[in-house]
């Protein structure tokens, strides 16, 4: 049973409005939460469901969209609520009308991210752990990127390779890789950046009056790259959004091999997510590193 009483009556707390909810509609969702539109009272709010277990997954969605929303950079849906009871955890959002992509739009995504990346913090981390998909991302504070990516990115990501099973080669070549890291680093000084964190084109739209929107995020602060590398590890980012970016804020040209870097992350996460489908090419990605060092 859907805990719609219970996520009615907090949007009413929350808004300082009463809402009585006339219709519910399941919409397409991702693969991890159920996602439904709720009415009433002229009123729209789109509504993310899952285990009651799943509570700080939500709370850290929406601190990060907070995070986000207060750069004053890109628009994302606002956070109403987050609550649950017994059986069911929630996040309620702002609902938002999204429209048709645009050439327009796609260049202001690319110089609102550069914006975005722009706004620094002192140290790579968050104040708090998320989740990137269902997987935990360790976010603690760290005065070094190398240090941050190898102890809370990929060498979190092989240990839970190992104990899912994947031994062997991977694990044999990540170690040399995580040993050798500083070699992709010859006189790049990443910058904390403000991060979306899980940036494909999923996770990105445009509003109805064409303007771009970020949703599930996996915020933190690191180097901006690694937002680059993933639009370009699934494609879907046209040509106008990547020309807009660099303008407004050039990629160092190091860049070109440490994208490999960055997108090993991503699969190696979903490797541990979805299964072996996925190890020849995180097997691949890590013997091409490695071959840039030797």
Same mark, same amino acid.
């Given at each position: &049973? %859907?805990? /719609?009483?219970? !996520?009615?009556?907090?949007?009413?707390?929350?808004?300082?409005?009463?809402?009585?909810?006339?219709?519910?509609?399941?919409?397409? $969702?991702?693969?991890?939460?159920?996602?439904?539109?709720?009415?009433?009272?002229?009123?729209? @709010?789109?509504?993310?469901?899952?285990?009651?277990?799943?509570?700080?997954?939500?709370?850290?969605?929406?601190?990060? %969209?907070?995070?986000? *929303?207060?750069?004053?950079? %890109?628009?994302?849906?606002?956070?109403?609520?987050?609550?649950?009871?017994?059986?069911?955890? /929630?996040?309620?959002?702002? *609902?938002?009308?999204?429209?048709?992509?645009?050439?327009?739009?796609?260049?202001?995504?690319?110089?609102?991210?550069?914006? &975005?990346?722009?706004?620094?913090?002192?140290?790579?981390?968050?104040?708090?752990?998320?989740?990137?998909?269902?997987?935990? #991302?360790?976010?603690?504070?760290?005065?070094? /990127? !190398?240090?941050?990516?190898?102890?809370?990115?990929?060498?979190?990501?092989? #240990?839970?390779?190992?104990?899912? $099973? *994947?031994?062997?080669?991977? +694990?044999?070549?990540?170690?040399?890789?995580?040993? +050798?890291?500083?070699?992709?680093?010859?006189?790049?000084?990443?910058?904390?950046?403000?991060?979306? $964190?899980?940036?494909?084109?999923?996770?990105?739209?445009? =509003?109805?009056?064409?303007?771009?929107?970020? @949703?599930?995020?996996?915020? *933190?602060?690191?180097?901006?790259?690694?937002?680059?590398?993933?639009?370009?590890?699934?494609?879907?980012?046209?040509?106008?959004?990547?020309?807009?970016?660099?303008?407004?804020?050039?990629? =160092?040209?190091?860049?070109?091999?440490?994208?490999?870097?960055?997108?090993?992350?991503?699969?190696?996460?979903?490797?541990?997510?979805?299964?072996? $489908?996925?190890?020849?090419?995180?097997? #691949?990605?890590?013997?091409?590193?490695?071959?840039?060092?030797?």
């Amino acid at each position: &049973m %859907l805990p /719609w009483s219970d !996520i009615t009556a907090q949007i009413s707390n929350s808004t300082g409005f009463p809402f009585a909810m006339e219709k519910a509609a399941s919409i397409g $969702g991702g693969c991890i939460n159920e996602a439904h539109r709720i009415e009433g009272n002229g009123r729209r @709010f789109f509504v993310k469901l899952n285990h009651a277990d799943s509570l700080a997954m939500f709370e850290a969605e929406a601190m990060g %969209l907070q995070e986000i *929303y207060r750069s004053h950079t %890109l628009r994302v849906p606002v956070p109403v609520c987050w609550g649950k009871n017994k059986s069911k955890a /929630w996040l309620v959002l702002e *609902y938002l009308e999204m429209s048709n992509v645009s050439s327009s739009g796609t260049a202001a995504l690319g110089a609102r991210l550069a914006a &975005m990346h722009r706004i620094s913090s002192g140290k790579f981390g968050w104040m708090r752990d998320n989740t990137i998909g269902a997987t935990l #991302q360790i976010n603690s504070y760290s005065p070094s /990127w !190398i240090q941050f990516w190898r102890e809370q990115r990929l060498g979190y990501q092989l #240990q839970l390779a190992r104990v899912n $099973g *994947y031994t062997g080669k991977l +694990q044999t070549q990540g170690e040399q890789l995580l040993a +050798q890291l500083d070699f992709f680093f010859p006189e790049a000084k990443p910058v904390a950046s403000l991060l979306h $964190g899980d940036l494909w084109s999923g996770n990105y739209s445009f =509003d109805h009056a064409g303007q771009p929107v970020l @949703f599930d995020p996996a915020v *933190y602060y690191g180097d901006r790259e690694t937002d680059i590398a993933m639009t370009e590890l699934f494609g879907g980012f046209p040509a106008a959004f990547y020309a807009a970016y660099r303008e407004a804020y050039p990629l =160092d040209p190091g860049y070109s091999t440490r994208k490999t870097l960055y997108n090993l992350y991503h699969i190696l996460n979903h490797l541990n997510l979805f299964g072996g $489908g996925y190890l020849r090419q995180a097997e #691949q990605m890590t013997g091409r590193l490695l071959a840039e060092i030797h």
